[in-house]
């Protein structure tokens, strides 16, 4: 599996961005797709998830009520919309292929990471 992010960039405070993930190859048992950040000297945190049946999603507490995931399978792709961006959203996010879980240390595939950057 291969996972192509985009849609990082620059953002002000209070403002918006929507990045999508899009895999290519088998997902095989992968039944989830979610996205973890990560900033300077931090861990990996995670973000939301999503499963393809769109049947179960997930979101991290600091993002709760401000992220929508979502997914369209007929494409391969995921997106995350951010809202109501704070300056500690800023970070680098990963895209993730693997099972409905929180824990980055059960995700085998990893796309190559897209910066997002809030400035207050």
């Known amino acids: 599996v291969q996972l192509q992010a985009s849609g990082g960039g620059l953002v002000q405070a209070g403002g918006s961005l929507r990045l999508s993930c899009t895999a290519s190859?088998?997902?095989?048992?992968?039944?989830?797709m979610a996205w973890f950040r990560q900033a300077p000297g931090k861990e990996r945190e995670f973000v939301a998830f999503?499963?393809?049946?769109?049947?179960?999603?997930q979101y991290g507490e600091s993002v709760k009520g401000r992220f929508i995931i979502s997914r369209d399978p007929p494409k391969k792709t995921v997106y995350l919309q951010m809202n109501s961006l704070k300056p500690e959203d800023t970070a680098v996010y990963y895209c993730?292929?693997?099972?409905?879980?929180?824990?980055?240390?059960?995700?085998?595939?990893w796309g190559q990471g897209t910066q997002v950057t809030v400035s207050s």
């Open positions: 190859g088998r997902t095989g048992s992968n039944n989830a």
């Open positions: 993730a292929s693997g099972p409905s879980k929180v824990a980055a240390r059960d995700y085998v595939y």
């Open positions: 999503i499963t393809w049946t769109g049947a179960w999603e």
